[in-house]
């Protein structure tokens, strides 16, 4: 079945330290790639997409992806996270001509 | 600057009640789009309208319901079909294959 899968349910990093989080996909070819974040409360913002080319994209924040084939998956990092980064971030992916499926998100906490 | 507003931000639905959320955006796109999150959990898709005057159903669509008479409206109703409400309700609309921009949500309550 199709699917979109975020492993960590919740991460906690210091602040200063170097973050990745995960997000492998199933589908039978490359769909449009999102990385989205959610403050509480709050509608989600675009960080990043990926629809061809350059595998690794830079997205708002200091925030990057990088999509790899082989793996299915798009794995969002950043070199040194802030308290403000301190939200759920949320992978989705867009089967071309299909609607956006979203994966279940990840908590991120910062400890200061 | 464009958008998509989402109102009242916070919402109470009484016993056997019909409750209606409105979407509103100035961006010109096509398709919107209703998604249900509770706590935990991800983004599950309710309906969405790629034109005017025509919608689909979508993950969960049993006991709401919506219009699209308008470009920019997207009005989502939950009727008194829909036993577990309580959610936290975002619109969100897109053109073509462009990624989707999303209001600020609804939080519905049971009183």
């Known amino acids: 079945a199709q699917s979109v899968t975020q492993p960590d349910i919740h991460i906690t990093v210091s602040e200063g330290a170097s973050l990745e989080l995960r997000c492998n996909y199933s589908?039978?070819?490359?769909?449009?790639l999102f990385w989205y974040v959610q403050s509480p409360g709050q509608g989600l913002q675009l960080l990043l997409k990926?629809?061809?080319?350059?595998?690794l994209v830079q997205g708002i924040k200091g925030f990057e992806a990088e999509f790899k084939r082989s793996q299915s998956s798009f794995n969002l990092r950043k070199p040194s996270v802030h308290w403000s980064d301190a939200a759920e971030y949320f992978c989705?992916?867009?089967?071309?001509?299909?609607?956006?499926?979203f994966g279940p998100g990840t908590r991120l906490s910062v400890l200061p | 600057d464009g958008g998509i507003t989402q109102s009242p931000k916070y919402l109470f639905r009484k016993e056997g009640q019909n409750v209606t959320l409105s979407c509103e955006q100035n961006?010109?796109?096509?398709?919107m789009y209703w998604y249900r999150q509770d706590p935990g959990q991800g983004l599950r898709l309710i309906y969405y309208?790629?034109?005017?005057?025509?919608?689909q159903k979508g993950d969960i669509a049993e006991g709401y319901s919506v219009s699209r008479e308008k470009k920019e409206s997207f009005p989502l109703t939950v009727t008194s079909a829909q036993k577990n409400p309580t959610a936290f309700y975002l619109c969100?609309?897109?053109?073509?294959?462009?990624?989707?921009?999303f209001g600020d949500g609804t939080r519905l309550s049971i009183l």
């Open positions: 309208s790629q034109i005017v005057n025509d919608f």
């Open positions: 589908y039978g070819a490359t769909p449009y």
């Open positions: 969100a609309s897109t053109y073509s294959n462009q990624p989707q921009h």
């Open positions: 989705a992916v867009a089967p071309l001509g299909q609607n956006f499926v």
């Open positions: 961006l010109n796109h096509d398709a």
């Open positions: 990926y629809f061809s080319g350059d595998t």
